[in-house]
């Protein structure tokens, strides 16, 4: 059974020249074992595993021993270990017919987490190949074979590229055929997990010479038709009449306007209930504005709409994951840019439902669009509102690049929020509304400021999520602060460096557990 199809590369027009989004790996399972699989050919990688304690796993005698190799003596001699993420070439010539290349791939102790580290490191392995034959996994449980595919899939990812050089070396493996007891339904569920994962870095590492608010809406659309979603799109002049101060004080500067989109998952059998929303930061360019980023930290700004990306993901995948829940998600969109029309540090601006705010610095201006779009949730009766952000410095500094940093109003929706994340690999710590530092953000000339006036009193991170509850009263509602974990430096297990696409699966997860 075919769990996903290899998509042909799509070429994308514009800037420059064109940009090229790699294909993805098309997973497959197969009964039987490794050895059988060898024998029928056509595949030109195998890889076995190897547990804690350099334990054989399923199929891994088998599969040396049809190459005429003492699987003890490879691992002897090779000081195989069986640690998670640990891939050891086994130094053999392939009898006709078999792969040219025979790996040991280190699965731990065969935890998910353990898993999906070794998935990740194949991944990696067999990058450049066409098809993969492989027993790790066999036997796990279903979570850890869900995290070995996502690792599988994650982990070799490669950023749509433009130019003349050849990728073919760092391309993902064409095939992976999966051997021996692997549960369907699992295979299927990391497929659709990596695949909006995939979707959400696709989007991210666009250059922001071809992607702007216009382009972002676009790729909304082409999601919202293939995912069977409603969706609706407010331009610079609807955005006027109705009052999205917030988003056309940002978009001033630039010289695409900016754009609010709304799109709206409807499962049979959910009319009547109110929805969830999912709000997610859409700035596709942040110079600073006026406040000016220095350049080392204007380079990885195209990832500004990290969060956009990560909604429009999961929106993509709900259907298919058959969400039973009404899910709304919104997109507030725009480019901090400088221009003659950039709004000022100084200006009191007028957000979505009439509040006045006061700007202190022009480079907060991502909690400026969340403003309006938390605002406008408001009006849809929402059980429930998370937002998610590449917001403040500070979360980086505080929780470094693994744990987003995560605040709420209501417990049970914290607890549920963390579990999806320990389950996803996506992690949180939960952080607190300190209510005393409330004061540092309330104006003389407005209804509030969305930076602290006195800048002495720190939490960055934590004086943001104050600003950003203003807008959600009486909500249940939470804030993922991901600045530090949708953007990596290198590449680590299942994330790789550049857009890491961080929240899919976590917000996947969560949303696949509401009833």
């Given at each position: 059974?075919?769990?996903?199809?290899?998509?042909?590369?799509?070429?994308?027009?514009?800037?420059?020249?064109?940009?090229?989004?790699?294909?993805?790996?098309?997973?497959?399972?197969?009964?039987?074992?490794?050895?059988?699989?060898?024998?029928?050919g056509g595949f030109d990688v195998a890889a076995v595993p190897v547990g804690a304690g350099a334990a054989p796993g399923p199929g891994a005698a088998g599969a040396v021993a049809a190459y005429g190799v003492d699987l003890d003596a490879v691992i002897r001699s090779e000081r195989v270990g069986g640690g998670a993420a640990e891939t050891v070439r086994v130094p053999v010539v392939a009898p006709d017919g078999l792969p040219g290349r025979l790996l040991l791939v280190g699965t731990g102790d065969g935890s998910p987490r353990d898993l999906r580290r070794a998935g990740a490191a194949l991944g990696r392995a067999v990058r450049g190949r066409e098809r993969l034959v492989t027993s790790v996994g066999a036997g796990a449980g279903a979570d850890a074979v869900r995290a070995f595919v996502e690792g599988l899939l994650l982990g070799p990812y490669a950023p749509p590229s433009a130019g003349l050089k050849n990728r073919q070396d760092s391309m993902p493996v064409g095939a992976a055929e999966l051997v021996g007891d692997h549960a369907g339904t699992a295979v299927e569920l990391g497929v659709t997990h990596a695949g909006a994962t995939i979707r959400a870095r696709d989007l991210a590492e666009t250059p922001s010479n071809l992607k702007n608010p216009r382009w972002m809406a676009q790729q909304a659309g082409d999601v919202a038709a293939g995912a069977g979603l409603q969706i609706t799109i407010w331009d610079a002049e609807r955005l006027t009449a109705e009052g999205f101060g917030g988003l056309l004080a940002v978009g001033g500067g630039s010289a695409t306007p900016p754009a609010l989109v709304r799109l709206d998952h409807r499962p049979p059998g959910s009319r009547g209930r109110k929805p969830v929303v999912l709000v997610g930061k859409g700035i596709?360019?942040?110079?600073?504005?006026?406040?000016?980023?220095?350049?080392?930290?204007?380079?990885?700004?195209?990832?500004?709409?990290?969060?956009?990306?990560?909604?429009?993901?999961?929106?993509?995948?709900?259907?298919?994951?058959?969400?039973?829940?009404?899910?709304?998600?919104?997109?507030?969109?725009?480019?901090?840019?400088?221009?003659?029309?950039?709004?000022?540090?100084?200006?009191?601006?007028?957000?979505?439902?009439?509040?006045?705010?006061?700007?202190?610095?022009?480079?907060?201006?991502?909690?400026?669009?969340?403003?309006?779009?938390?605002?406008?949730?408001?009006?849809?009766?929402?059980?429930?509102?998370?937002?998610?952000?590449?917001l403040t410095g500070a979360a980086t500094l505080g929780l470094g690049r693994r744990h987003a940093a995560l605040y709420a109003t209501d417990d049970r929706l914290a607890a549920g929020l963390e579990a999806a994340g320990a389950a996803s690999g996506e992690l949180t710590w939960r952080m607190p509304l300190v209510e005393e530092y409330r004061p540092v953000l309330d104006s003389p000339v407005a209804d509030l400021r969305h930076v602290p006036g006195d800048t002495s009193v720190g939490g960055g991170s934590i004086t943001a999520a104050l600003f950003l509850r203003e807008f959600v009263p009486g909500l249940r509602w939470a804030h993922l602060d991901v600045a530090g974990t949708a953007r990596s430096d290198k590449d680590e297990h299942e994330v790789t460096r550049g857009a890491t696409g961080y929240g899919a699966r976590l917000l996947l997860r969560w949303l696949e557990g509401l009833r």
């Open positions: 059974m075919t769990a996903a199809t290899r998509t042909p590369a799509r070429r994308r027009r514009g800037g420059s020249g064109g940009l090229v989004t790699p294909p993805r790996t098309a997973v497959s399972r197969r009964a039987g074992d490794v050895a059988s699989a060898l024998v029928e596709t360019y942040d110079t600073g504005g006026l406040s000016i980023k220095p350049r080392e930290a204007m380079v990885p700004m195209k990832t500004d709409m990290s969060g956009a990306a990560a909604v429009l993901a999961v929106l993509g995948a709900c259907a298919a994951l058959g969400v039973r829940r009404p899910v709304t998600g919104l997109l507030p969109l725009a480019e901090n840019a400088v221009g003659a029309s950039s709004y000022r540090p100084g200006d009191v601006v007028t957000v979505h439902g009439g509040r006045t705010v006061e700007i202190l610095n022009t480079d907060a201006e991502g909690r400026m669009v969340l403003a309006d779009a938390l605002d406008y949730a408001r009006s849809l009766d929402p059980d429930v509102v998370v937002d998610i952000a590449t």
